[in-house]
Structure formats: structure tokens, C-alpha cells
């Protein structure tokens, strides 16, 4: 008997380190120095650095990586345990070396890089030393990669990148941004002659590479190879940030109750109110969804690979979005016209549901993605009925019994009887 929902005692006791060391340690220093734990600023490297040291000497390092790619191997089951904790936290993923974009970015250099860019780029990530960013999406159009038009050539030792990305995210701080172009990943650094950074938008950038220059060895894995590695570096990313989503949700379901419990109207805890009773049950339910259907996914993906489990990641991640948007807006508004306001995490998650409706691939692509995939297991049924319709499988089934029915015409009375009374309902 395989089925079990228990976390073994060992992990378990690294799980309430990991949430008493992000609620006393990583919370405060996060509420007193927003933004230390990936500033280059002495002083904050100072706070944020022994902390990380914890992690390391705990071995909760960069969990993200497997085994065959030099992490720890602790596997994508295990991760997401560990990011339902630290997905509550906005600096936990960086303290504990798992954040986004640079996992997605140090997933590919591990899967294909040579050693040399390995130990070039990807040593230096996994230590943040350096960060990084990822090009992929086009001002005219992100959803569908045969739009994109960025493209390198090559010209005795060095490739020429010409093209204009949109929304690379963390662009303006990273060190080295991979490129997505239409013949191959490349990794340029920020600081190269013709990368041009647009004003706006700050966080997510706007960049142009004007002929852009790099030597041979920055294409990363195959030439044409972009749209295989592009695939590899989102599923991750997609199922990290589903793991993430379910610690926010819990979040704002933890708050929820908290709330109903404490106010009182029209001469009752709101807690009592029936309206606020379903928010909290179909809160409660949609959780509990979204937590095991992530769980299933990265469970599936330990027992097979990220590219089998692509239908269920796509799953996950239309699904993260819309139980955050429900649940992140519940909780605002059974917190009133507090939960309206930025004094509490609930107005940010609620804005931040669209984002993840958008970010890592539209919804309506992923849908279609599970669609087409899931059709594939199907077949169109033969003649004007659908393979379920009742009078032929009884015609079919009939002939089971026929000769039963022949021999005994009582039986045949009763059969005929008893198929008209449960055709009427
Ligand atoms: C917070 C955030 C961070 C991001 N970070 C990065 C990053 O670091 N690097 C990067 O390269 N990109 C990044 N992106 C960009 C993201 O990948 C794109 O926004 C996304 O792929 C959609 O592309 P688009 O914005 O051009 O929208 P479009 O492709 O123009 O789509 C707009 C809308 O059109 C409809 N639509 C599009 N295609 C279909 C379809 N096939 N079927 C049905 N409807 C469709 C949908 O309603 C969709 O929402 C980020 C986005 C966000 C929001």
C-alpha cells in the first residue's frame, strides 16, 4: 500500500527548523532591513550572511538542484514542503538560495553547461555572488516563441546579438542576463557594450541588444537549442512558484480566521455570519486542492522527469493563479477596510494574482496545453452514440445473459420490469 500523505520524521524535523528559523530570524530582519538579504550593501550582507551560513550548515542550501545536477538531490516533493513555509516570507527564497529568476537560470547552466561555464557562472550563482535574469519575452508578443526575432550571429569568435526583450525581470541588477534568441541561449553579461536598459519599466526591464558581442563559448547547450532549454528552465520555475503560491494562500486563509474570530456584527462573531462561513469552507477546499495537486505534480516529477509532468505543471499553474485571486480576495474582504490597505500582506497578494495569470506563460496557453494533452488519451466514438449511452449498453449487455433469459421466462418478466422502473427514475 504506496498511498501515504506523511512526511518523514527526519524531514520533518528540518521543516519546523526552517518555519521557526524564517518566523524569528528571516521575518524580523526582513521588517527592520527590507531587502537585505540580496543588497550588496556591506552592512546588509553582514545581517543577511550568517543567516545564509545557517541554512548552508544545515544543509537546506539551494534545495532545488537534484542530485545529477549538484544539488543536494533532495527532490521537488521535498522542495515543495519546504516552500510552503518559505513562500509566506519575501526573503526566505533568497536566504535559502532557492529565488527565482536565478534557479530557473542555474537549472539550465547545471543541465547544459560545460564545465567551464559551470564553473564560470554557475559556482557564483549557487554562492550568490553574482545574480541573474532571464530575456526571453518580446515587446511584440510573449506568449508565442515563433514571434520572437532576437537573433545572434556569428562572426569569427563571437556571436552578435541583435533584438529587443520586454519584462526581463531583475534585468537592471543582474550580472549576467540569459538571452533567448531564436538560434540558441546565451548568456550575456549586463555589462557588455550595446545592452541598452530602458527607463521604464524599473523592476521588470526593457532591454535592447544592439549587436551585442560575446565569445563562442556564451551560447549555453546546443545552436537552435532555445525553445528545449526555455522549456526546461519554465517548468521549474512554473512548479516553485505554485509551491510558493500555496504558502501565500495559506497566508491569507491564516488571516481569514483570525479575523472572522476577532470582530463582532449585527450581534455576532463575523465567524458566525453564514456568507462568511462558505468564504472560509470554499477557501479551506480550494487550498487543500491546489496543495495536493502541486504536492501530485512534484511527486511525479521525482518519479519520472519535469517534461513527462508538463500537463500537470500547466495544471498547477493556471490554477495557483485563480485560488490565489479567490482566496487572497476573501480574506481582504472579511478583513474590511483594513484588508483594503498596504498595513497588512493581503492588498499586495490580491494584485499579485493577475501577475501569476501572466508570468511563466499565459493561463489560456497552459489550458490549452492540458486540453490538447489530456484529448490525446481519447478517441472519437463510433456510430451517432456516445459510448455511454444507456439503451446500447443494455442492447450489449443483454447478449451476456441471453441465454439466462431464454431458458427462464420468469426471469426475462423481471429483468424487463425492473429495466422500465429504472428508466422512469
Ligand atoms: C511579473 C512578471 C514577471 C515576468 N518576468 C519575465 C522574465 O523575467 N523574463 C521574460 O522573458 N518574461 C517575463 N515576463 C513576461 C511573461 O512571460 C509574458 O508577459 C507572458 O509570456 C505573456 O506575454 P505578453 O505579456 O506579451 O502577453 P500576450 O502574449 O500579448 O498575451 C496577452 C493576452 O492575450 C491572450 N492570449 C495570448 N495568447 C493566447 C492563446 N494562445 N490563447 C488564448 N489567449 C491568448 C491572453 O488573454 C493573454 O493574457 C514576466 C511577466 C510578469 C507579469
New binding site residues.
Partial sequence: MAWDFSTEPEFQTQLDWVADFCANEIEPLDLVFPGAAWSRNPKAKALADPLKQQVKDRGLWALFLDSDLGGPGFGQLKLALLNEILGRYRSAPVMFGTA??DTGNMEMLAAYGTPEQKERWLTPLLNQEIFS????????????PN?FKTHAVRDGDEWVISGE???????ERADIIFV?CTNGMYVVPRETPGVEIMDYPR??NHIRYNNVRVPADHLLGPEDGAKVLAQRRLGGGRIHHAMRTVAQVRLAFDMMCERALSRESHGKVIAEHQMVQEAIADSYAEINMLRLMVLWTAWTIDNSSTRESRTQIAACKYTMGKVLREVSYRALHIMGSLGTTNLTPLQAMYA?A????????????H??TVARNVLKGYQPHEGLWPTEYIPAKREQARKKYESLIQADPDLAAWADAAVRHAERG
Fill in positions: 527565482a529568476p535574469a532571464y530575456s526571453m519575452t518580446e515587446p511584440q508578443g510573449g506568449s508565442d514571434l526583450k520586454w519584462f526581463t525581470s531583475a534585468g533567448m523592476l521588470h499579485g493577475p501577475t501569476m495569470a501572466i508570468a511563466d506563460g499565459v493561463d489560456e496557453v489550458k490549452a
